[in-house]
């Protein structure tokens, strides 16, 4: 299973754009890169998914480089209900079961 | 929203102390699966489920066993509660094993073994 590296946290500001990268160096041809929000107290909720190239839906982007080592989320002008944790995920498509969490990213926005 | 529900959603309970949690849905997905969250730690998987009685071992699967019985339950079991099992636990479903896996998390169970 492929492991991720992230940011323990980031800070930003209301209206600006917040890319948060994240590292799976050994990830394998069948592994998918899943993003997911966390506000506290609830459970996680899914972003966005991609498998390469570049992935666009009404809340964030994904970029995916073609060495696919690597991957940025990127939410674009946060506002303060963005304050969340994000988490990257690295994983088979075939089940999402050998998916694994790691500790994520705290995103902090400020007024 | 997906319709996950967990209970209890707080339990307090003491060292030695069985306890059950329940994972409820009514989506009729075939995926269930229950982790823990602990500080510093993000989500860990301890049990999975790809169908009515067929469950198998997550990462940290050591003091816990499942039971599926029916589509929509999915059981955590903790035989005998320990303080390290102090916990918030998520149940979470999804429909498919194929390339889109999304997975619907549940509200949580806040577990305190004293």
């Known amino acids: 299973l492929a492991k991720t590296t992230q940011p323990i946290s980031m800070d930003s500001y209301e209206g600006q754009e917040v890319n948060i990268t994240c590292s799976h160096n050994n990830i394998a041809t069948n592994d998918y890169i899943t993003w997911y929000q966390q506000f506290p107290s609830q459970g996680p909720r899914f972003i966005i998914q991609?498998?390469?190239t570049k992935v666009t839906n009404e809340v964030a982007s994904l970029f995916i480089p073609a060495d696919r080592k690597s991957s940025t989320l990127s939410l674009p002008r946060v506002s303060l209900s963005d304050t969340a944790v994000y988490y990257c995920?690295?994983?088979?498509?075939?089940?999402?079961?050998?998916?694994?969490f790691g500790a994520g990213t705290r995103l902090f926005v400020k007024a | 929203d997906a319709g996950i529900t967990q209970s209890p959603r707080h339990k307090v309970t003491e060292t030695g102390t069985p306890v059950t949690l329940r994972c409820h849905q009514t989506?009729?997905?075939?995926?269930m699966y229950w982790y823990r969250q602990d500080p510093g730690h993000g989500l860990r998987l301890i049990h999975y489920?790809?169908?009515?009685?067929?469950?198998d071992k997550g990462e940290v699967s050591d003091g816990y066993s499942v039971s599926r019985s029916k589509t929509e339950d999915f059981l955590l079991t903790l035989e005998s509660a320990t303080s390290s099992q102090t916990s918030v636990y998520f149940c979470a479903i999804s429909p498919t094993s194929g390339a889109y896996n999304e997975q619907f998390f549940g509200p949580g169970t806040r577990l305190t073994v004293l």
């Open positions: 995920l690295v994983g088979e498509g075939t089940g999402g079961f050998k998916t694994i």
């Open positions: 989506e009729n997905h075939r995926y």
């Open positions: 991609g498998y390469k």
């Open positions: 489920s790809y169908g009515v009685k067929d469950t």
